[in-house]
């Protein structure tokens, strides 16, 4: 759950006083979305995006003469000119929950993973957040079935769900208790690894447990 096991280790980075034609190379031949800017010590300075040196090159509808002003503009200016440095961090400490929080409150596409002295030692993309999950989901695995138990006063044993699994020699993986929340009843989410389904559901039916299967809304 910790994200230092998920993050790309030793990124790519740039110095501030490096070209903003040169940076963009980079993303370009390593096909990347995000820089951490460093300094000499490699402590972090900011973060340099492709929007963000896609925008600073010049517009497509300028003419000739004025768009070649504007290239040479641009091959004076330095990713120091444009990165942004009101950066959020993750540490090799911080979860994969702190990084979703980080994601939906920043609305950003990368988070740079410091140390202490916040040197740079990985970035943590949003692709790499989402593969972390479906890992920690177990997702794709083989075998591998999701089942919807609504948690009701008959199901506030789950000793008696893991018994019934256990008697039928199922591999659970994960188990999930919701509280509830708009549109949704309070839910036990349960992974388990088979090939018969059908009999797994008469199981856990015949021992109390009542599957949610939602009702079809006439209207959609």
Do not use: C
């Not at 980079?26 to 096909?31: D, G, P, S, V």
């Not at 000499?40 to 925008?55: K, Y």
């Amino acid at each position: 759950m910790y994200v230092r096991y998920y993050m790309t280790h030793a990124p790519l980075t740039v110095r501030p006083e490096q070209g903003i034609v040169e940076a963009y190379q980079m993303l370009k031949n390593y096909h990347f979305r995000h820089l951490p800017v460093v300094d000499e010590f490699d402590s972090l300075l900011g973060m340099v995006t492709d929007r963000d040196l896609r925008s600073a090159y010049p517009s497509s509808i300028l003419d000739e003469e004025e768009r070649k002003k504007e290239m040479e503009r641009l091959q004076q200016m330095t990713v120091g000119d444009i990165m942004s440095t009101d950066n959020v961090v993750l540490s090799t400490l911080s979860t994969l929950d702190d990084a979703l929080l980080f994601f939906e409150k920043k609305s950003v596409g990368a988070l740079p993973v410091v140390s202490k002295n916040r040197l740079v030692v990985g970035i943590l993309s949003f692709n790499d957040l989402l593969k972390a999950l479906r890992s920690l989901f177990g997702l794709g695995e083989k075998g591998s079935v999701l089942i919807a138990i609504e948690a009701d006063e008959k199901s506030r044993s789950l000793s008696g769900l893991v018994k019934v699994l256990e008697e039928l020699n199922v591999l659970f993986t994960r188990l999930i208790r919701t509280g509830g929340s708009t549109g949704e009843p309070a839910m036990i989410y349960l992974r388990i690894n088979t090939y018969n389904i059908r009999a797994v559901h008469k199981a856990i039916t015949e021992a109390g447990f009542k599957l949610h299967i939602p009702e079809p809304d006439p209207h959609e």
